[in-house]
């Protein structure tokens, strides 16, 4: 069974840092895309990042240049360095994967169970 698991989540202040790491285990084959998405209260969830197998990262608008993405194919993981945050970053980050089981013929995505960050004085 596929698990993602997530961890680094926490309470920081405006303008400070934190890093989320993402570890996807369980039968995986292949992963093509690893990333991330959040969901604030009372609004939508949202992409954030995502590191593909090749190409360059990408992010949504309101993160580049203080959000930095990184993965370790060997291990399956994903991490998102996140700095210079906001209190409109505060939001449930999930982590994904877009991957294939030894058991399976196609790709389909996979989700972890969500870190929470929140940015407040």
């Known amino acids: 069974q596929v698990q993602l698991v997530e961890s680094g989540g926490g309470l920081v202040q405006p303008g400070g840092s934190l890093r989320l790491s993402c570890a996807a285990s369980?039968?995986?084959?292949?992963?093509?895309?690893m990333g991330w998405f959040r969901q604030a209260p009372g609004k939508q969830r949202e992409w954030v990042a995502t590191?593909?197998?090749?190409?360059?990262?990408n992010y949504v608008d309101s993160v580049k240049g203080r959000f930095t993405i990184s993965r370790d194919n060997a291990k399956n993981t994903v991490s998102l360095q996140m700095n210079s945050l906001r209190p409109e970053d505060t939001a449930v980050y999930y982590c994904?994967?877009?991957?294939?089981?030894?058991?399976?013929?196609?790709?389909?995505?996979?989700w972890g169970q969500g870190t929470q960050v929140t940015v407040s004085s």
């Open positions: 369980g039968g995986i084959a292949a992963i093509t895309a």
């Open positions: 590191a593909t197998n090749s190409g360059s990262p």
């Open positions: 994904y994967a877009n991957a294939r089981l030894y058991s399976d013929n196609s790709y389909s995505p996979y």
